[in-house]
């Protein structure tokens, strides 16, 4: 099978590999439909690959890092002891997958797992694993395309789950720093969960645009107005109830933090990469009686499930998203695409 290989900061080539074998709780999926993402792009260009390796533990070879953690595919083999999939099922898994028997599986998040759980490696492949099947992996419904339901493997459950985490709801004012693919997903989650006014900041037009479609109300151009200076002027000089940090940088941390009004909430989900920290302002108003969250990407089947519903029976489409479409033969060219952030690309739909 052909399959993405990082082989050295930088670089990715396709590589032939024997189509893997699933072992205990395993199922080994047909890749129909990958992408890049953010992260991958860390992962990529940041992060050695001895990093990596500790991000997802055997997933190495030899010859270089297996790349990719969001797509669709059929199930192909189904390993001893899986119980729900069977061969020829169209299934998706969480991004992170979790051993659900320590502790955080079983009472915070399949993402944070401690007992085993990593990050799934190896989807931009003809075929890849999905360990611990039975809970980090879910059936795609009729009616709900390979396109839409990719979302709910990472950036639509980060994106929602950073409202959610937020607590925001009914009427709340959001503001959303960063409208990549992943902010993108936030200012939609927002639209969903009934917020009301919902601001959108980036300094790219067409990323604005995609905001406006989303569901954003005001969309602010960093590069034209200091975005901080306008939503305190849209809020009366209150603030808003919610600001999701949706890139990973100091400054817009900060300037989540400082358009939080009094007793609102300050949403982390941007990946910070190798950033070492990020700081506020403690000098008020940015720092009395605000909450800040931290959400990394809510996963496992049931959160597979409810998200795959929700694009089921909602009126949710982030398939506009798609910008670009490629083959997985032309991988190297789709990140190149993708870090370049030119031609107005969000997300690459990728297909064997
Ligand atoms: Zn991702
Ligand atoms: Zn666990």
Redesign the pocket.
């Known amino acids: 099978m052909q399959a993405c290989i990082k082989t050295e900061n930088g670089k990715v080539e396709m590589m032939d590999l024997p189509i893997p074998e699933p072992g205990e709780g395993e199922i080994v999926l047909k890749t129909t439909l990958a992408t890049v993402?953010?992260?991958?792009m860390h992962f990529l260009d940041e992060f050695p690959n001895q990093l990596l390796e500790g991000l997802a533990p055997g997933a190495g070879r030899p010859e270089g890092f297996p790349m990719g953690?969001?797509a669709v595919g059929t199930v192909h083999a189904v390993g001893a002891g899986v119980t729900r999939f069977q061969p020829g099922d169209r299934v998706i898994a969480s991004?992170l997958v979790g051993c659900g028997k320590c502790h955080e599986c079983m009472t915070v998040d399949h993402s944070v797992c401690s007992g085993g759980g990593h990050v799934l490696f190896g989807c931009q492949a003809e075929y890849y694993t999905v360990p611990y099947a039975d809970i980090n992996a879910a059936k795609v419904p009729e009616g709900v395309s390979d396109e839409a339901a990719l979302f709910a493997t990472?950036?639509m459950s980060t994106g929602f789950g950073a409202i959610e985490r937020a607590g925001a709801g009914f009427g709340d004012s959001v503001a959303i720093f960063a409208q990549g693919p992943l902010g993108l997903c936030a200012t939609a989650g927002a639209r969903a969960r009934g917020c009301g006014l919902i601001i959108a900041v980036d300094a790219v037009p067409e990323r604005l645009e995609m905001s406006k479609k989303l569901g954003a109300n005001v969309v602010i151009n960093a590069k034209e107005k200091d975005a901080v200076v306008e939503i305190m002027s849209l809020t009366n000089n209150l603030g808003v109830d919610v600001a999701v940090e949706a890139v990973g940088t100091q400054p817009t941390f900060e300037s989540c933090t400082r358009v939080v009004r009094r007793g609102g909430t300050v949403s982390s989900i941007g990946v910070y990469g190798l950033t070492p920290q990020v700081s506020m302002p403690t000098l008020s108003p940015s720092f009395l009686h605000r909450r800040i969250v931290t959400t990394l990407c809510p996963s496992g089947s049931e959160r597979l499930e409810h998200l795959l519903g929700l694009l089921q029976n909602s009126d949710v489409d982030l398939t506009p998203l798609f910008t670009h479409h490629m083959k997985l033969a032309d991988m190297p060219k789709a990140y190149d695409l993708f870090r370049s952030k030119t031609e107005g690309v969000l997300k690459i739909a990728i297909t064997p």
């Not at 993402?37 to 991958?40: A, E, H, K, N, V």
């Open positions: 993402c953010g992260s991958d953690h969001e991004c990472d950036i």
